[in-house]
């Protein structure tokens, strides 16, 4: 059986708009709501992609990530990084609703079909709270590639004071 390869919707409806074919016999498409766990970051300072990756090696103790090129990216490149049967993919953000940030960030299972994506949204909770922590501002939407599909917002607590379960700052966006 052959694996389903995961499109992003703008992708896809591309391909449809410059072949006329729809060709959902041959890609699993997921619902709205099935996406697997995404962030968008807000960069600290004049923070490049370069940088922001190279923080990420760190901060997420996967290893270094490999730069690749893809039309379907900003400026066409994106790194990615498989490792504990997860794929993690950083880029340049370009999500009209989450604007104010310059990175994506995004979990998915590595050659694996997964029914409950559950786990991505709280691998993606547990990262966002962590790289807050650190000093960024991150978003996790809620339902990814819906407009108005509500996010979360996580940020370090400026009390210098906070316990442990009060550093992070998370709220509806």
């Given at each position: 059986?052959?694996?389903?390869?995961?499109?992003k919707a703008s992708t896809l409806q591309r391909f449809i708009e410059l072949t006329g074919k729809h060709t959902s016999a041959l890609i699993e498409i997921p619902a709205a709501?099935?996406?697997?766990?995404?962030?968008?970051?807000?960069?600290?300072?004049?923070?490049s992609l370069d940088s922001f990756v190279s923080e990420m090696s760190?901060?997420?103790?996967?290893?270094?990530?490999?730069e690749r090129q893809s039309s379907n990216y900003v400026d066409e490149r994106y790194f990615r990084r498989a490792t504990l049967g997860i794929v993690v993919e950083i880029a340049?953000?370009?999500?009209?609703?989450?604007?104010?940030?310059?990175?994506?960030?995004?979990?998915?299972?590595?050659s694996v079909h997964l029914e409950d994506k559950s786990f991505?949204?709280?691998?993606?909770?547990?990262?966002?709270?962590?790289?807050?922590?650190?000093g960024w501002q991150?978003?996790?939407p809620l339902s990814f590639g819906r407009a108005?599909?509500?996010a979360i917002l996580y940020r370090l607590n400026p009390a210098s004071n906070s316990s442990i379960r009060e550093r992070v700052i998370v709220e509806d966006v």
């Amino acid at each position: 059986m052959v694996e389903p390869y995961w499109l992003k919707a703008s992708t896809l409806q591309r391909f449809i708009e410059l072949t006329g074919k729809h060709t959902s016999a041959l890609i699993e498409i997921p619902a709205a709501n099935a996406m697997f766990g995404n962030l968008f970051v807000k960069k600290i300072g004049s923070q490049s992609l370069d940088s922001f990756v190279s923080e990420m090696s760190n901060q997420l103790g996967c290893g270094k990530f490999e730069e690749r090129q893809s039309s379907n990216y900003v400026d066409e490149r994106y790194f990615r990084r498989a490792t504990l049967g997860i794929v993690v993919e950083i880029a340049l953000a370009d999500e009209p609703e989450f604007d104010s940030c310059d990175f994506w960030i995004s979990f998915q299972p590595d050659s694996v079909h997964l029914e409950d994506k559950s786990f991505f949204d709280g691998l993606a909770d547990c990262v966002a709270r962590k790289l807050a922590i650190c000093g960024w501002q991150v978003i996790r939407p809620l339902s990814f590639g819906r407009a108005g599909g509500g996010a979360i917002l996580y940020r370090l607590n400026p009390a210098s004071n906070s316990s442990i379960r009060e550093r992070v700052i998370v709220e509806d966006v």
